[in-house]
């Protein structure tokens, strides 16, 4: 099992930059891949970028294209999402996720362990 603790959620006005870090514990050696998704009340978790633990080939979803950048430190464990021009839209809970398999990391069923979640809130 591997555990994830997520944070650097906020309220930012429209427009602006935050940055989430997710740090993982445990057995992080099972560990393929980290991932960002993103849930509404009523919602599906929608993915928003993952990252292999090696660096190769992030991948976006469609809403995080152009505006996040996803990265990780390995020394550290962390994995970050640097999240810039934020619109209200992009508000809902964060989480971090860690996948064993190398495939569909774009789905959340394909997904492991999830943190706890933080809340990002753009005002506008």
């Known amino acids: 099992q591997v555990e994830l603790v997520e944070s650097g959620g906020g309220l930012v006005q429209a427009g602006g930059s935050l940055r989430l870090s997710c740090i993982a514990s445990g057995r992080t050696y099972n560990s393929f891949a980290a991932g960002w998704f993103r849930q509404t009340p009523g919602k599906e978790r929608e993915f928003v970028a993952a990252?292999?633990?090696?660096?190769?080939?992030?991948f976006y979803g469609d809403s995080a294209k152009g505006r996040f950048t996803i990265a990780r430190d390995l020394a550290k464990n962390t994995v970050y999402l640097q999240m810039n021009r934020l619109k209200p839209e992009d508000t809902a809970v964060y989480f971090c996720a860690s996948t064993s398999r190398d495939s569909g990391i774009s789905s959340a069923a394909s997904y492991d362990s999830w943190g706890q979640g933080t809340q990002v809130t753009v005002s506008s």
């Open positions: 990252i292999s633990w090696s660096g190769d080939s992030p």
